[in-house]
């Protein structure tokens, strides 16, 4: 029985086997032919391959020893200035094993303390014969200046579509998982360019059977189908809040999604819509403002429906000039 998660069984063990980076794979791969690294620091968003690329990169660059030489380390579970002090100075003083250099890895690097952040920077440059650092981040803009000075920036983008489309068909085929091209619009509609999230939305849409539509990653994953949320705005839009409200009221029952989820939907769809560009200006103010009172802790059915109140009226407002 297979009981390895797929995320895991498919990640990338060299950088040609990393997926949609292009760009950044063909600097990194200048460095492993130098067999020299300086300080990297790879920004971008979730799920993009960050982490799979460091680790790739110390097998190219070490081969059968990289383990010896290489530690992961994630900053948001110890994030204090002692860390930094204790933990990571112990490793970087130790000597390389048959290399001539170790690679520290800082995933989330951006939860660093400002403090720890500080003695970080010092620790790169009194370590820097024997030691790499790879800082891995969301937001490049959490990263002290002094450190990101010392580093070589590479900022990851967003999975393409069609290389997404191309590795998930390549699990689809070895995993003996059917899939139609509706599923895997789906797929990348719902992971919005997050590899992982697709992966493991395929992994739990596979284990409810080997047959995968676009129904069941969207009940896997609560989201709803685009074009509901497209007919939930229509509704409003054309003036019936009730039919609207009870609209809304079956998506957040059916597919048990929370107020920041259809806030999140009704963004996308809104951006993607047919709509003229002052409406879709007007909408997505008031969504952001409708998002901000979310995140602040307000009540989000009394809000999604203030939301779905404004739609109508400034759909009363259109038709009665029209």
């Known amino acids: 029985m297979d009981t390895e998660i797929w995320v895991e069984k498919y990640r990338p063990r060299t950088l040609d086997e990393v997926v949609g980076q292009e760009e950044v794979i063909q600097r990194l791969k200048g460095y492993v032919e130098r067999k020299n690294i300086p300080h990297l620091l790879f920004s971008g968003p979730p799920g993009t391959g960050k982490t799979a690329t460091a680790i790739a990169l110390a097998r190219d660059l070490f081969g059968d020893v990289w383990q010896d030489n290489f530690i992961e380390m994630n900053a948001s579970d110890e994030r204090g200035i002692d860390v930094v002090r204790h933990k990571i100075k112990e490793f970087a003083r130790t000597a390389p094993i048959s290399a001539p250099f170790k690679i520290i890895f800082l995933d989330e690097a951006d939860a660093l303390t400002a403090d720890a952040q500080a003695a970080l920077r010092r620790t790169m440059e009194m370590y820097s014969k024997t030691c790499r650092f790879i800082l891995s981040c969301n937001y490049v803009s959490r990263i002290i200046e002094p450190i990101q000075s ?3 920036v590479f900022k990851f983008r967003p999975v ?4 997404m489309k191309k590795r998930l068909l390549e699990i689809c085929e070895k995993e003996g998982v059917e899939i139609d091209e509706e599923a895997l619009e789906a797929l ?6 997050d ?15 080997k047959k995968i539509t676009a129904d069941l990653i969207y009940q896997i994953t609560a989201t709803a189908k685009p074009e509901e949320v497209e007919k939930l705005i229509e509704t409003a839009l054309r003036g019936d809040f009730m039919e609207a409200r009870e609209f809304l009221d079956r998506l957040m029952i059916e597919y048990g999604m929370s107020g920041e989820d259809i806030v999140s939907q009704l963004y996308r769809e809104i951006i993607s819509s047919k709509l003229d ?3 879709k200006v007007v909408l997505i103010d008031k969504l952001g403002e409708i998002d901000f009172r979310l995140t602040e802790g307000a009540h989000e059915r009394i809000q999604l429906n203030a939301y779905l109140a404004y739609l109508t009226l400034i759909g009363k407002k259109k038709l009665k000039q029209s």
């Open 277 to 279: 560009e002052s409406m």
């Open 188 to 193: 990348i509609y719902v992971s919005g360019g």
């Open 195 to 209: 590899f992982r999230k697709a992966i493991n939305a395929l992994q739990g849409a596979s284990a409810l059977g």
């Open 160 to 163: 393409p579509k069609e290389a």
């Open 150 to 152: 010392r580093c070589a």
